[in-house]
């Protein structure tokens, strides 16, 4: 794992708040901001917080655990910092929870998390057996590529429609894909959330059976799962190429491999934060949108490097600090019933949370995967 | 004697955690913190002043919560300090005597816009960014005064400390624009002053008494305003900007004099520091232009370039050539450069003395500044704001510090204090004073003017609950 001493960096903070709002300050744009209020829950007060935890101008507490672990890692603040140091401003967070893990600091919440992946290889302590129900016995086999669906896609019953979804679109396709036997998770949010010892087991374990079953190629609908292979796995030796599902099917559609029928909708596109701003993928999700006939795409106000997170990321989709009222999930689905009455998205943390906001807050407006409104438009 | 110790501080625990419920059951338990991260985060602002920690935050929803605020906190004598960006950078919210920081920011309403009366009535918490992207999506022909702050900070607080802006030039200081005022008086009372006392226009504060002043550059010693009705002003459809550049500072009062008798300037500043090394030794008076058209624009640089053509003509000052990416540097609103200042000394900080002072001083007050800058031996950049065709202007003598680095800030420190006396001295007066600032201010303030500053803050505040020890007249 890289050397980083954030120490550096934490009394450069000016505390001036750029980094809460989007590129046109229209709304709050930090998630744990929005819901909270207290200047404590932006980057600039967690900045100062750090400090003030170093210097033993305040004492360790859960509430200072919560304050931590409730940043979604959304990297809004790296966007929209002034200064030089913006690029590492999720690093210093990441690298500030890894010494709590270190000094045994983290909340509860967050220890079990990491203790169910470690155990079970999913953050609820599911059976390892029911991973793979979805799969129908579709395993890798020297296929051209692997399918990783990640722990959401694979557990969580809403996101897991979307993988069949994702499954049939490759099968009609005829891509040549098949799916890891005994798939665990990625480590992503693991990583993220200050866990770098059990990430380094996860990654070493997951390329030995990578490179044993000779993968070169994974597509995964997971963003999160992307951004691990993409910029994690390469510190250890990884050589496989990765992409997200929304890059496959566009391919697929340019390639006329998919044919698309009409879809009469008004439709929006949340940007999932690790695909956006932490890998830079905006255009591919829109072009497969505007391919559809019938569809009528529209942005949300908030979109590409502007789009206000769903504050399911690093593990908040389990740990849940950012639920409740007025939980980014439900500010942005009022913004998307807003805009149209279908939203899109590409990741299964934000299609569940997304979903969950919209049924909790009785709002009428779909809530689906690229994937699925895809294969809707091919089926009708 | 330990045991009495032990009661005493059990009653005080019990009456804290007493009026902890009575808050939780005023604005709901989520808008209330006791929590050491919120106490400590609350005690200060990003400047060299000392941190003083708040007993209570509060974060309210609307009047009639800060009115049961009050009430309770009158009942009870505690200290009430509203907040909005806490970007004053003088220590302005720092609770000196304890007690309850009210943060402003969730009555972020902007209740209404008068398109053809050009105001707006917002909510206090309302930020600078968000009416300016408010006005751009659903009145694109109107805009307001933006300060170059960070767009956080918030337009009540900045028109009550009498801040200044891009308009400031036509018209004057933010405060100069307020129509009317919603406030919670001290005594828990609400009030409105204004046209918008006696009419629901929120149009103007003539013909009627001025009670407006009770409540502007008092730093909430007088109460608290929950809404603010605020002039908005034209917006033309192109902006562009020039810099013109001396080396004699003496001459800059002049410019100014001649840019502004034009009458086509939008906002006017200056600014000299040592950094980048091309700017050194130079003032660079920067002049913003806004027009309709093309040739409305061409007609104004011409008019400005005239005004200094004797400057030209004598090799005394030129025109800037301002790259693309410079001149989108400069018309950035607000300009986030100005912010970046505080990573100087890779520090996270600086401070500024923001003098109100006569234009004509400007080379004496360019010097001192210098003077101060190097027997302190501290960086330094000047910024100028004229305000009111150069009825005056705000002299910025921004210092950067390293807040890791204690002498680093107490260098700051001392170079602000030193900037306040010398600015004083010259017959400036140091703009949203820190404390220090308001002891010298007030040493020197005429002692009828201060009684009568006294006699106000008891009639209002009888139990001094309001933002105390700021502008204390002993």
């Not at chain 1, 949370?353 to 091919?378: C, F, H, Q, T, Y």
């Amino acid at each position: 794992m890289e050397e980083f001493d954030y120490t550096e960096i934490v009394h450069r903070c000016f505390r001036c708040g750029y980094c809460k709002y989007p590129s046109d300050y229209s709304r709050i744009n930090c998630p744990s901001y929005a819901k909270y209020k207290f200047e404590s829950y932006f980057s600039g007060g967690r900045m100062w917080l750090i400090r003030a935890f170093l210097n033993e101008e305040i004492s360790w507490s859960g509430h200072l655990g919560e304050i931590m672990y409730s940043c979604s890692t959304c990297r809004n603040c790296v966007e929209n910092c002034v200064f030089k140091f913006s690029d590492q401003l999720v690093d210093v967070f990441i690298h500030a929870r890894a010494d709590m893990v270190e000094n045994g600091l983290v909340p509860s919440k967050v220890a079990d998390f990491f203790s169910n992946i470690a155990k079970f290889g999913n953050p609820w302590g599911e059976k390892k057996s029911k991973r793979l129900e979805w799969a129908e016995g579709k395993y890798y086999d020297k296929n051209e590529y692997l399918l990783y669906a990640g722990c959401v896609a694979s557990y969580d019953s809403r996101a897991k429609k979307a993988l069949k979804a994702l499954k049939e679109l490759m099968e009609m396709a005829e891509v040549d894909f098949g799916v890891m036997r005994d798939e665990t998770c990625e480590g992503n949010e693991v990583r993220i959330m200050g866990e770098f010892g059990l990430f380094a087991e996860i990654a070493r374990n997951n390329l030995q059976k990578f490179e044993s079953e000779g993968v070169r190629k994974i597509i995964t609908p997971d963003p999160h799962a992307f951004n691990a292979f993409r910029n994690y796995y390469p510190e250890f030796g990884a050589e496989f190429n990765v992409l997200h599902h929304t890059q496959l099917l566009y391919s697929l559609l340019r390639s006329k491999k998919l044919n698309l029928g009409k879809v009469n909708a008004k439709a929006t596109y949340h940007d999932p934060c690790f695909l956006g701003r932490w890998n830079g993928l905006y255009e591919e999700p829109r072009k497969i949108l505007k391919e559809i006939p019938g569809l009528i795409f529209v942005e949300m106000p908030r979109n590409r490097k502007n789009a206000f997170c769903c504050g399911g990321g690093s593990g908040n989709f389990y740990t849940d600090y950012l639920g409740g009222k007025d939980g980014p999930a439900k500010i942005r689905i009022k913004e998307a019933a807003e805009t149209a009455n279908l939203l899109v998205t590409s990741c299964p943390i934000c299609l569940m949370m997304l979903e969950d906001a919209a049924k909790s807050e009785n709002i009428d407006i779909e809530v689906k995967d690229i994937a699925e409104i895809l294969l809707e438009a091919i089926k009708t | 004697m330990d045991g009495e110790m032990d009661d005493k501080t059990e009653d005080k625990m019990d009456n804290k955690m007493d009026i902890y419920k009575k808050l939780v059951e005023i604005v709901g338990e989520e808008y209330v913190s006791v929590n050491p991260e919120e106490l400590y985060i609350y005690s200060s602002d990003p400047g060299t002043m000392e941190p003083c920690k708040p007993d209570y935050v509060v974060i309210p929803d609307n009047v009639e919560e800060i009115q049961k605020i009050v009430v309770l906190a009158n009942r009870h004598k505690i200290p009430i300090v509203p907040m909005g960006g806490a970007l004053s950078l003088s220590g302005l919210v720092r609770p000196l005597k304890g007690g309850i920081v009210l943060d402003m920011k969730r009555m972020n309403r902007i209740i209404e816009v008068n398109e053809k009366s050009r105001y707006a009535v917002i909510e206090a918490g309302v930020s600078e960014g968000e009416l300016k992207a408010y006005l751009n999506k659903h009145h694109p022909n109107l805009r307001h005064s933006m300060p170059d702050a960070p767009p956080i900070a918030t337009i009540t607080a900045n028109a009550l400390i009498h801040g200044s802006g891009r308009l400031s030039q036509q018209y004057g200081f933010h405060s100069d624009m307020i129509n009317g005022l919603e406030v919670v008086l001290p005594t828990g009372e609400i009030c409105r002053v204004g046209s918008c006392s006696i009419s629901p226009y929120w149009f103007t504060r003539a013909p009627l008494p001025e009670l407006a002043g009770l409540f502007i550059g008092w730093f909430g010693a007088t109460g608290i305003v929950t809404k603010l009705g605020i002039k908005l002003y034209p917006r033309q459809k192109l902006r562009d900007v020039m810099i013109f550049v001396t080396e004699n500072p003496d001459y800059v009062a002049d410019v100014i004099w001649r840019i502004t008798q034009t009458e086509v300037t939008e906002d006017l500043t200056v600014w000299a520091q040592p950094r980048p090394e091309w700017a050194e030794g130079f003032q660079h008076t920067t002049v913003y232009l806004t027009a309709n058209s093309e040739e409305e624009m061409e007609l104004k640089k011409k008019i400005v370039k005239n005004a200094v053509r004797e400057y030209i003509t004598r090799k005394e000052g030129g025109f800037l050539m301002l790259t693309p990416a410079m001149k989108a540097m400069f018309l950035q609103e607000p300009m986030s450069q100005l912010v970046r200042f505080a990573d100087v000394r890779k520090g996270g900080g600086f401070e500024y003395v923001g003098a109100i002072l006569p234009v004509e001083l400007f080379g004496d007050a360019y010097r001192k500044g210098l003077e101060i800058a190097e027997r302190i031996d501290i960086t330094y950049a000047f910024n100028i704001r004229v305000i009111g065709r150069a009825h005056c202007m705000m002299f910025a003598y921004a210092y950067p510090f390293n807040r890791a680095d204690e002498e680093d800030v107490e260098r700051a420190r001392k170079a602000l204090h030193e900037t306040n006396k010398v600015v004083l001295e010259m017959g400036g007066i140091p703009w949203k004073a820190e404390l220090p600032a308001q002891k010298l201010i007030l040493e020197r303030m005429d002692p009828t003017t201060k009684e009568l500053m006294r006699k106000i803050l008891q009639l209002l505040d009888p139990n001094n609950i309001m933002n105390p020890g700021n502008w204390e007249v002993e």
